[in-house]
């Protein structure tokens, strides 16, 4: 045989050797457990009760839907279904932005920080919480933070879950 064939048949054999055996066997099908069923009845909002505790309010939208859906239906839903609950958020026409990172999540508002009560930013983030929850994520892993326009940046869990 020439150096050449011979240098070629070694080349060959270099080669199915790095790429054929790799000294794993093949897996089995793996269970990726129960898929989810049914729809959701909506997100879940937060209010202020007399008490100045925050309090769940559902809201049956059909679907989950976004942290930033549920923010938004929270800030343009001045009227909880329950009597005795409030909002401390005031109106607004501007539109939040939500930047969900899966582990970090951050709410813009339109507001300054002086145009909001702490209780309205733990509606917020209360109802920001409901959706990560609801999402398969755990709530004690996902900072949530909101940022007014002008003011401190504010990043606590939701008092009402804890």
Avoid: K
Avoid at 19 to 33: F, K, M
Avoid at 45 to 62: I, N
Avoid at 146 to 159: I, L, Q, S
Wanted: aromatic letters at 2%; hydrophobic letters at 40%; one cysteine or more.
């Amino acid at each position: 045989m020439s150096a050449r064939r011979t240098a070629a048949a070694a080349a060959v054999l270099a080669a199915a050797l790095l790429t054929g055996a790799c000294g794993l066997g093949p897996s089995g099908v793996e269970d990726g457990g129960e898929a989810p069923t049914g729809v959701a009845e909506g997100p879940t909002l937060f209010f202020v009760d007399a008490d100045g505790g925050l309090r769940p309010d559902a809201r049956e939208t059909g679907r989950l839907g976004t942290v930033h859906g549920a923010v938004q239906l929270l800030m343009a839903d001045a009227h909880p279904t329950a009597d005795d609950l409030h909002s401390e958020i005031p109106p607004t026409s501007t539109r939040t932005v939500v930047e969900d990172a899966w582990d970090h999540v951050t709410i813009y508002l339109p507001l300054r920080s002086g145009e909001i009560s702490p209780a309205g930013v733990d509606q917020i983030i209360c109802t920001a919480a409901a959706v990560v929850a609801a999402s398969g994520r755990d709530v004690g892993d996902v900072a949530i933070s909101v940022r007014p326009t002008h003011g401190d940046v504010v990043t606590r869990p939701c008092p009402a879950l804890g």
